[in-house]
């Protein structure tokens, strides 16, 4: 495929660690079908940057299927985006291990994800683990990407991304393009139903704290209705004091594509009773249509195969356009 010159590049990726939580789905995935249609996009399912945790080679290999299906299910479709799987282009490997050369210690140490599992996981603070930065630099970087829809969680990333780019085109010349995060307009940071000063995140102990994309009408409704809230009966938009009725009102928004203020309208009056309610109604019919996707997909084993495969290709010839740019620029000899 022929790179679009006149759009702006995309590209964005999920870590195949599990089924989404809507925290994934609103604050980055949602954005992706979004930009489909007026951007050149390119999206992967970040399988080498799952092995930065701990994960069994079966749950690996059975999660990347899924994350197929899904990215599929929500609305990605391959005739006008690149999906692919990151190891199947192993420029993502090579330009790290550059990347990686010109990333200062320092800076990785700073990254508050690497202090986060660092300290979640003590028994393996991998490597890896900290080089997790450089390699999200090398997926955009490859792609001459201009916007990377992302959550906040990875906006100190994104910026680590930005610094690399520039360090490595002041010292060798214009190679990369310096990219800019896009957050979404509502739930940049989806909190914990349990902990509403705390991420959403599938990786909480407590698994009534988060929503998965695939949990059942059942699940989401009983999830929503022991969601921490306040003691002052009132609904209102306020994260500093009222963060988890803030969060509900943050998912309902997300979700109905209604603005803050008709969302807040939509409540005058109302109890949280009424207010759980509702989100639960909007989530379970907005996961509707992925669901019942996602079924069919998943069942298409072959499909999913060729689809991977042609994505691989496509994302191939792009990444290998700039790496022979890179090994130029940096004076490698190449066979
Ligand atoms: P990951 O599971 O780390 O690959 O994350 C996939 C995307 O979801 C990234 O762009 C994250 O920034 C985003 N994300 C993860 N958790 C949340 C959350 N609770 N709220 C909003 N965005 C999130």
């Not at 010109?102 to 700073?110: K, L, N, S, V």
């Not at 991304?161 to 010349?173: K, L, M, Q, V």
């Not at 995140?201 to 994309?213: E, G, I, M, Q």
């Amino acid at each position: 495929m022929e790179q679009n010159e006149q759009k702006k590049t995309v590209f964005s990726a999920v870590q195949p660690t599990g089924t989404p939580t809507i925290g994934n789905y609103i604050g980055a995935m949602k954005n992706f079908v979004a930009m489909q249609d007026e951007h050149d996009c390119i999206y992967a399912v970040a399988d080498l940057h799952s092995l930065t945790v701990d994960i069994a080679p079966a749950v690996l290999r059975k999660n990347v299927t899924e994350m197929t299906a899904l990215f599929l299910a929500i609305g990605i479709d391959p005739e006008k985006s690149v999906f692919f799987v990151q190891s199947h282009v192993h420029e993502h490997a090579e330009l790290t291990w550059i990347l990686n050369c010109y990333t200062q210690f320092g800076e990785a140490r700073r990254m508050t994800q690497f202090k986060e599992k660092s300290a979640k996981a003590p028994e393996n603070v991998n490597v890896g683990l900290f080089d997790y930065p450089s390699l999200m630099a090398a997926d955009i970087l490859l792609y001459q990407t201009d916007l990377v829809p992302i959550g906040k969680d990875q906006m100190q990333h994104l910026e680590l991304s930005r610094t690399i780019a520039e360090r490595f085109n002041n010292r060798n010349g214009a190679t990369f393009k310096v990219p800019e995060g896009v957050l979404p307009k509502y739930g940049k940071k989806i909190q914990s139903l349990g902990n509403p000063s705390a991420k959403m995140s599938k990786s909480s102990a407590d698994a009534n704290s988060y929503v998965l994309v695939l949990d059942t009408p059942e699940e989401i409704r009983r999830k929503f209705k022991r969601a921490v809230t306040d003691s002052d009966a009132c609904i209102r938009y306020d994260p500093e004091t009222k963060p988890g009725v803030s969060n509900l009102l943050t998912i309902y928004s997300a979700f109905t594509g209604k603005d803050m203020a008709a969302s807040e309208k939509d409540f005058g009056g109302k109890d949280y009773a009424y207010l759980k309610d509702s989100v639960s109604d909007a989530v379970i019919e907005g996961l509707r249509p992925i669901k019942e996707r996602y079924e069919k997909l998943i069942a298409d084993k072959a499909y999913l195969t060729a689809v991977m495969k042609k994505g691989a290709e496509s994302a191939s010839y792009r990444a290998r356009r700039t790496m022979s740019k890179v090994w130029r620029k940096l004076g490698f000899v190449r066979p």
